[in-house]
T-cell receptor, first 112, second 114 residues
Framework: AQSVTQLDSHVSVSEGTPVLLRCNYS??????LFWYVQHPNKGLQLLLK??????LVKGINGFEAEFKKSETSFHLTKPSAHMSDAAEYFC??????????FGAGTTVTVRA | EAGVAQSPRYKIIEKRQSVAFWCNPI?????LYWYQQILGQGPKLLIQ????????DSQLPKDRFSAERLKGVDSTLKIQPAKLEDSAVYLC????????????FGQGTRLTVV
């Protein structure tokens, strides 16, 4: 069975500073990994995905994530936070059965 | 491309009543998921369909929850009778076949049980 651990339940950053959201996964098979964002009262939107191609993945809105197999990690970063980045972020793992396993989520607050 | 459609957006019911949610996935998507998201938590898978067959319903409380996917397209999730702890957002998602394909989510149905 696969699982995901998001290491921070809440991250607070100042506008214009870097954002780091940490995610570790556990899987017996080669995983696909995703980051989704959820703004208040909105549906989940895909930010980026890792599918065994390049280990550094670029997504929408300036986000990127690096897959590190040796550390079983898939951390999400953005060089400069914007007020619109305030939202809930979910790390998700999937294997051969297409089942999506979600982390508990990280709430990002951006200070002006 | 039309997204995943869900209805209703909001529903308030009394405990012990029944309720049904509807989902229309993206055309051609074989896999359909229902998730329950309780406030402050990550989504929890309730049931996963592949076409009109059930792949995983291990976390579906079958004494009160039921789901079907007729003809491998639309899906309905029902709760009967509802309990206070069923208050949550119910998310429907769909994806095309293949491990590396992402899931597309609907806006969700926010259920409040009073």
């Amino acid at each position: 069975a696969q699982s995901v651990t998001q290491l921070d339940s809440h991250v607070s950053v100042s506008e214009g500073t870097p954002v780091l959201l940490r995610c570790n996964y556990s899987s017996s098979y080669s995983p696909s990994l995703f980051w989704y964002v959820q703004h208040p009262n909105k549906g989940l939107q895909l930010l980026l995905k890792y599918t065994s191609a390049a280990t550094l993945v670029k997504g929408i809105n300036g986000f990127e994530a690096e897959f590190k197999k040796s550390e079983t990690s898939f951390h999400l970063t953005k060089p400069s936070a914007h007020m619109s980045d305030a939202a809930e972020y979910f790390c998700v793992v999937s294997v051969w059965d297409y089942k999506l396993s979600f982390g508990a989520g990280t709430t990002v607050t951006v200070r002006a | 491309e039309a997204g995943v459609a869900q209805s209703p957006r909001y529903k308030i019911i009394e405990k012990r009543q029944s309720v049904a949610f509807w989902c229309n996935p993206i055309s051609g998507h074989a896999t359909l998921y229902w998730y329950q998201q309780i406030l402050g938590q990550g989504p929890k898978l309730l049931i996963q369909f592949q076409n009109n067959g059930v792949v995983d319903d291990s976390q579906l409380p079958k004494d009160r929850f039921s789901a079907e996917r007729l003809k491998g397209v639309d899906s309905t999730l029902k709760i009967q009778p509802a309990k206070l702890e069923d208050s949550a957002v119910y998310l429907c998602a769909s994806s095309s076949s293949g491990q590396n394909t992402e899931a597309f989510f609907g806006q969700g149905t926010r259920l409040t049980v009073v």
